[in-house]
């Protein structure tokens, strides 16, 4: 046993040296291989960038009877590979409603500062009530695909409402916003077009312009010279599109749009902004980035959540000149051939949107935490990122770090996340806040008194 064992790892060893410059590493015979030498090949192996796949044995095969134990023969390997590398990601269930209070699996109630529950509506009594009468009087969904049988009377309402709200010509709705953004570059663009994208683009972008066949461009993040550069490049396309997310949700920053729209004008190129984290209550009146920048309406594409700050239920959007919309009614697959919002979510992002034209407090509220939440930090030593939006990433570097501040936060009854590589660069993890216009005075204060004390047991700050 013991030759045997030491055999397996010799081999193991000389395989890694025979394959040091390839790419996928293949290993035969895994089952022999004892698990904690396999799991050292495994962190060897990725430190290097290579994947690693453990393949059965040939005599292993009359083993598998079914291909569903062939299906996990494939996959155990590569679930172990991620827990390995500290990036298995798991999920706490929650038995309330998404709310600043929430109770977590242990009956144990928490502050929540991780929902992008910006205006605090998700569980808003009026938006729960218009989800309830539209079930009653729209029933629960539609079976069906808008072009069938699957527009009612309030998906037009609230596309008109949004186009109302964006100042924009006309919206098409989505399942999501994820939807939203699979569905443009493909319809929009075509091997005569180019496409230029911020590096930190959200993965739904990077994905919907995997599926269109224009020249892809990636600019440096928020880089303009870089920018500049890609449009010269791209100048003899038909179309030049910019992509980028009015604000990234790991930094909490925003796309430096005036430069963009300027460039934009001066190469004659479109422009498309991811809005997620901005719309219903970034900017004077919440319409957006554009709006935090005074160049309403100057974007020529705006996509959108109704799963964040507008009810938080789901659905996505895309809002922006009328041919463009109709082209997608037409041509766009994630809509076409997928089912219509059910009722009562629609009805929730017409309720959202009445409530949050009618007054500005919501967005008063959650700009106020916010403030007061950066600068009771920031005097208490800590390092923020961002540029005052709600999404407040507490700067800790050190991943180890970062976890176990999470964790004595929620021992502390506050409920916030610690992000490390690869979700953000190596050496820059965090704990990301999320502020809300739910949350009150106390609980701010309740959160900064928790982070001051476990940052000073941990020394982050003194
Ligand atoms: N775009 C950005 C920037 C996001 O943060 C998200 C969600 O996390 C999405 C798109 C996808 O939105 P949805 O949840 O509506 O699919």
Redesign the pocket.
Known sequence: MYEGQLLCVLTGVLLIICTFSIQYLQISYHSIIPPAAKTAMISFIQSYNMRIIFKQPPWAKCHLRSSMSSLAAVLQPELESIKSAGTWKSERVITSPQSMKIRVGNGKEVLNFCANNYLGLSNNEEVVAAAKLALDKYGAGLSSVRFICGTQEIHKELEDKLSAFHKRQDTILYA????A?AGIFETLLTADDAVISDELN?A?IIDGIRLCKATRYRYKHRDMADLEEKLKQSASSRLKLIAT?GIF?MDGTVAPLPKITELAKKYNALTFV?D??ATGFFGKTGRGTEEYFDLLPSIDIINS?L?KALGGA???YTTGPKELVDLLRQRSRPYLFSNSLPPPVVATGIKVLDLISDSTKFLERVSSNTEHFRSAMTSAGFTLSGDGHPICPVMLGDAKLASAFAERMLNKGIYVIGFSYPVVPKGKARIRVQISAAHTTEDIERAVDAFIQIGKELKVIS
Request: proline share 0%.
């Open positions: 999501s916003c994820f939807d953004n959200h739904s997310d949700s991811d997620c984290h959540t799963g789901a659905g996505g």
